[in-house]
């Protein structure tokens, strides 16, 4: 099992930055690629970005691409979503995942493990 818990979300103003954390547990963090997601009132759960194992191959949405930055630190067992010029449709319930298999992708069927999510709001 592997328990992840996300925070830094919160109400940001358009344009605003915010970091992201994903802290994780219970089983050795360097064997899980991971991933973040979204979800949007009423919409399906979006793929934002993942990294792979080590943290030398990244991937993003192409919307994402130019303002996100994936990261993760595995001495620190953390998962790390940089977002910047952020937009109100950015707003979500931002959740991160663990898979032990499928590095980089981008169907959320292929994660294991989530976290519980944490809450993302952009004002205009």
């Known amino acids: 099992q592997v328990q992840l818990v996300e925070s830094g979300g919160g109400l940001v103003q358009a344009g605003g930055s915010l970091r992201l954390s994903c802290a994780a547990s219970g089983r050795t963090f360097s064997n899980y690629a991971m991933a973040w997601f979204r979800q949007a009132p009423g919409k399906e759960r979006d793929f934002v970005a993942a990294?792979?194992?080590?943290?030398?191959?990244?991937y993003y949405s192409d919307s994402e691409k130019a303002r996100f930055t994936i990261s993760r630190d595995n001495a620190k067992n953390t998962l790390y979503l940089r977002m910047n010029s952020l937009k109100p449709e950015d707003t979500a319930v931002y959740y991160c995942?663990?898979?032990?298999?499928?590095?980089?992708?981008?169907?959320?069927?292929?994660?294991?493990?989530w976290g519980q999510g944490t809450q993302v709001t952009v004002s205009s």
């Open positions: 990294i792979s194992w080590s943290g030398g191959s990244t």
């Open positions: 995942a663990a898979t032990s298999e499928y590095s980089g992708s981008s169907d959320s069927y292929d994660y294991d493990y």
